[in-house]
C-alpha cells in the first residue's frame, strides 16, 4: 500500500499535461489579444485596399467602354 502511495506522488505526467494545458491556454488569451489590438487597423487597412481596388474595377470598365472592345 505504502509503495502504490509513494508510486502515485512521483508520477509526473498529469503535472506534465497540466502544464500544456497552461501555456496553450496563455498563448491562445496573447493571440485574441493581439488581434483584437490590431482588428481596427486591419479593418481600415483592408477598407482602402477595397476601395482602391472598387476605383481600379471602375476604371477598367469605364476605359474598356469608351475603346470599342
Request: charged share 10%.
Amino acid at each position: 500500500m505504502l509503495k502504490t502511495i509513494q508510486s502515485y506522488v512521483r508520477d509526473e505526467s498529469g503535472a506534465t499535461a497540466i502544464e500544456y494545458g497552461l501555456i496553450a491556454a496563455l498563448v491562445s488569451v496573447a493571440a485574441i489579444v493581439a488581434l483584437q489590438a490590431l482588428g481596427g487597423s486591419l479593418k481600415e487597412i483592408f477598407g482602402i485596399v477595397s476601395s482602391n481596388l472598387s476605383s481600379a474595377a471602375a476604371k477598367a470598365t469605364a476605359g474598356a467602354t469608351t475603346t470599342g472592345g
